[in-house]
């Protein structure tokens, strides 16, 4: 009965809760991510075909569409040289133009000569921008039925409450596509892309992770997850930001009439204490 009710509940939750969003991850190719740039720069299809062709000539879309150097290098394929990401960090530090849309151009350039061959058809993660982890996270408290009491604790910067912050946490990593649901290892190279600190990329963070793998004898994959976040990923302290921010944004619009004692899940209704029953806490 209660896996019913925790399905039903899934699959009804961001109805019924009106969250902005469900699984939010977006994949593109660059050739994708050209032709979507292209309607509102007013460029027709062929001026995107001629480009693509040759991404180099400037030609409208690539050299207006800002580039994002945490996401460029993914649509790479590095060449067969030790300092191809040394080389093209040195040719975009060295460019003297202040020009966003030209800058962006140049820096394509840099990728092209010096950091690999580019792939345009293949699909990689596109990180969120700002307001999307907001909204992200502010869904995730929804769904993860974090209660008002816990988010008003939060908003004011206390974060006491783990086990309710890795509950928003985890569904955050799922919904945004950070996490392999089925092995519970974090895509590091998305993690990187949409957080860009150097050392989620390191032989270091991986080696932790897999050390809390072993060492953490839990079969709660929520636990799980949290302890990896909190031991291993620099983002750690950026994600509390975030969950302060997240919380704040939701209080400020708490409905009125609900006492201060209401659930934060929607699932049951406003007024009603959330039943704990649905959500039981691991002993660790
Ligand atoms: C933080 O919240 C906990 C309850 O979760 C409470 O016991 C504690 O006093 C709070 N700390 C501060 C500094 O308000």
């Given at each position: 009965m209660r896996l019913f009710v925790t399905i039903a509940a899934a699959l009804l939750c961001p109805v019924v809760l009106g969250a902005e969003s469900e699984q939010i991850a977006t994949f593109k190719s660059f050739e994708e991510a050209a032709y979507d740039c292209a309607p509102y720069y007013l460029l027709d299809d062929s001026t995107v075909r001629r480009f693509l062709a040759n991404p180099e000539h400037p030609s409208g879309c690539g050299t207006r569409a800002g580039i994002k150097e945490n996401v460029i290098w993914q649509f790479f394929e590095p060449y067969r040289c030790n300092d191809y990401a040394e080389r093209t960090r040195e040719c975009i530090a060295g460019l003297r133009i202040q020009d966003v849309n030209e800058r962006a151009q140049e820096s394509l350039r840099c990728y092209l000569h010096h950091y690999g061959k580019l792939i345009p058809s293949k699909k990689y993660f596109v990180p969120l921008p700002d307001s999307g982890l907001l909204q992200l996270k502010r869904d995730d408290y929804l769904l993860a039925g974090t209660p008002w009491h816990v988010l008003e604790e939060v908003a004011e910067g206390?974060?006491?409450?783990e086990y309710e912050l890795a509950k928003a946490l985890f569904i955050g990593a799922v919904r945004g596509g950070f996490l392999d649901f089925s092995t519970k290892e974090f895509y590091m190279d998305r993690v990187y892309t949409q957080f860009t600190f150097p050392s989620l990329l390191s032989e270091e963070a991986a080696r932790c992770q897999a050390k809390v793998t072993r060492e953490f004898h839990t079969n709660d994959p929520i636990a799980l997850v949290f302890e990896k976040i909190k031991r291993c990923l620099e983002v750690y302290q950026p994600l509390l930001d975030l969950l302060k921010e997240s919380a704040a944004q939701l209080v400020a619009k708490k409905p009125k009439g609900c006492g201060g004692k209401s659930s934060g899940c929607g699932c049951h209704s406003c007024c009603v204490e959330r039943n704990d029953a649905y959500y039981p806490r691991p002993h660790y």
């Open positions: 206390n974060f006491s409450r």
